[in-house]
């Protein structure tokens, strides 16, 4: 079992900036790939950023590419996504993701552990 809890959720205005971090304990936190997805009301959760097990390769969603920045820190067992330039349209509640495949995935059916969720939102 992983348990993940995120923070670093809020309100903020647009143009301004969050990082949301998410602590992980239970297994070894280097053997999963991690992800950050996000799920406004009404739509279904997407993928933002996925990292592999080093951090050496990351994955972005386009509407987030140049924006967003996800990493991981394997000796605190924790992944970050920095948030900038922040838009109404990124509003959502951003769930952490564990993946034991270590490459990771865009689709949240591959992910095995989830994290709560933290509520973000943007403010035009």
């Known amino acids: 079992q992983v348990q993940l809890v995120e923070s670093g959720g809020g309100l903020v205005q647009a143009g301004g900036s969050l990082r949301l971090s998410c602590a992980a304990s239970?297994?070894?936190?280097?053997?999963?790939?991690m992800a950050w997805f996000r799920q406004a009301p009404g739509k279904e959760r997407d993928i933002v950023a996925h990292i592999n097990w080093n951090g050496d390769t990351a994955y972005y969603a386009n509407s987030v590419k140049g924006r967003f920045t996800i990493s991981r820190d394997n000796a605190k067992n924790t992944v970050y996504l920095q948030m900038n330039s922040l838009k109404p349209e990124d509003t959502a509640v951003y769930y952490c993701?564990?993946?034991?495949?270590?490459?990771?995935?865009?689709?949240?059916?591959?992910?095995?552990?989830w994290g709560q969720g933290t509520q973000v939102t943007v403010s035009s």
């Open positions: 993701a564990a993946d034991r495949d270590i490459v990771g995935h865009t689709l949240a059916r591959f992910y095995d552990y």
């Open positions: 239970g297994r070894t936190f280097s053997n999963y790939a």
